[in-house]
């Protein structure tokens, strides 16, 4: 059973398999009738998303982007949906982001060159197209290299954040992006928030990004279960987020794969933004019937 809402997803302007016509192909016969497509630090895969999307009548697409910040010891993401991603300075902050992007790839190359598991830059760049590259693209040209076996093995071995091969970002901060998102009238939601294991847990973050003006967390994602899912839903409540969700669909395969539609978000919560959205103006940033209220 297909759910109504996806604000969660990756096209190949990130490290998505599939393009955006295409994802949301898959999303419309899954039965998803609202998405959002957020590609880390990109927003490029949009107009085409918003072409593709105008072809199903009864389907909202919600303008959105991913980001990736750091704090000490982990890595948090970001959520931005109904953000104006035509604006110009945004736009040139996340260019600089994209060329960051491509040193830091440049550089995890040649570890796995020292590491005596060479991948050709060509190759990377081929599996990256025209978006953002990111680890899944080095992690495929180390599959078809025969370095792994698969994705996942990729990333234990080699390219997680204490892999051998790993090399950091730029960094940002949470709040930095928080504000970054909120000058384009965006809101900001914290992802996969099971995935943060700092030292100090989730609360000393949910303090700071409610302070910094999060207005969402994503509490039904992939894999997560009923009991996973519960305490999270009572810290949303506590912190006064939205809880909100999606896949997280990239179309690499392995276990926690969901396709977009496979997480049944509740469609309460997804209302809420909606009316944030239309209070603050920005509920036409999104196409489709449920921009139009
Ligand atoms: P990057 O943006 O280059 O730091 O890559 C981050 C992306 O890599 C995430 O959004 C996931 O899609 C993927 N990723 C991170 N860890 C893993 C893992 N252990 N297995 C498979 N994919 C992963
Ligand atoms: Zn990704
Ligand atoms: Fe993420
Ligand atoms: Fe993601």
Redesign the pocket.
Same mark, same amino acid.
């Given at each position: 059973m297909g759910s109504l809402a996806d604000f969660h997803t990756?096209s190949t302007f990130s =490290?998505g398999r599939l393009t955006p016509t295409q994802l949301i192909d898959l999303a419309y016969r899954n039965g998803v009738r609202i998405m959002s497509l957020t590609d880390?630090d990109i927003v490029d895969g949009l107009p085409e998303a918003f072409t593709a999307a105008a072809r199903y009548p009864d389907f909202t697409l919600v303008p959105g982007i991913e980001m990736?910040t750091d704090v000490p010891g982990g890595e948090v993401?970001i959520l931005g949906h109904f953000i104006d991603w035509e604006d110009r300075d945004f736009r040139a902050r996340l260019s600089q982001l994209q060329e960051s992007?491509l040193g830091r790839a440049r550089k995890m190359v040649e570890r796995l060159q020292d590491l005596g598991k060479p991948v050709t830059w060509a190759r990377v760049e081929a599996f990256a197209g025209e978006g953002a590259v990111?680890?899944?693209h080095i992690?495929l040209a180390l599959v078809e290299a025969g370095h792994v076996a698969n994705?996942?093995e990729a990333? =234990?071995l080699y390219l997680?954040r204490n892999g051998p091969a790993y090399v950091e970002?730029e960094h940002l901060t949470p709040e930095e992006v928080v504000d970054l998102l909120h000058s384009v009238g965006g809101f900001a939601t914290l992802a996969h928030p099971r995935e943060f294991d700092a030292p100090g847990g989730i609360e000393p973050l949910l303090e700071r990004l409610t302070k910094a003006g999060l207005t969402g967390m994503e509490v039904y994602y992939q894999d997560y279960s009923p009991d996973q899912v519960q305490p999270l839903l009572s810290l949303a409540n506590r912190f006064g987020l939205i809880p909100l969700g999606g896949s997280d669909y990239?179309g690499?395969g392995?276990p926690r794969q969901r396709e977009p539609g496979d997480i049944p978000l509740i469609m309460e919560p997804v209302e809420r933004l909606l009316d944030l959205a239309k209070r603050n103006g920005v509920l036409t940033r999104a196409k489709g019937p449920a921009a139009v209220r």
């Open positions: 990756h =490290d880390h990736s993401h992007r990111g680890r899944p992690a994705v996942n990333f =234990d997680s970002r990239h690499l392995g």
